[in-house]
Nanobody, 123 residues
């Protein structure tokens, strides 16, 4: 089993940056591929980015490519999401999740989830 705890959310102006972290505990972090999802009010949870076990391969939702960067530090059991050039439409609760399926983009492809961290981008 894996426990995931997100942090780093907050309120930022459009064009600003935030770095989200996801601290993992439990089973060996490097044995899981990881992903970031987000859920805005009244909308379904959607895929944002994913990374393989070693961190050598990444995947992104089209709307965040070039603005967001997913990375991981297996020695620290931590996943990151660097978000630059933020837009009001990026406002959502952001979740990290683990999976055994590298590159999975569906919510159902992930087995363990964090509690989420709120990101609010003001215009």
């Amino acid at each position: 089993q894996v426990q995931l705890v997100e942090s780093g959310g907050g309120l930022v102006q459009a064009g600003g940056s935030l770095r989200l972290s996801c601290a993992a505990s439990g089973r060996t972090f490097s044995s899981y591929a990881m992903g970031w999802f987000r859920q805005a009010p009244g909308k379904e949870r959607e895929f944002v980015a994913a990374i393989n076990r070693s961190g050598s391969t990444t995947y992104y939702k089209d709307g965040v490519k070039g603005r967001f960067t997913i990375s991981r530090d297996n020695a620290k059991s931590t996943l990151y999401l660097q978000m630059n050039s933020l837009k009001p439409e990026d406002t959502a609760v952001y979740y990290c999740a683990s999976t055994t399926r590298v590159g999975a983009t569906a919510v159902t492809g992930y087995n363990y989830w964090g509690q989420g961290t709120q990101v609010t981008v003001s215009s």
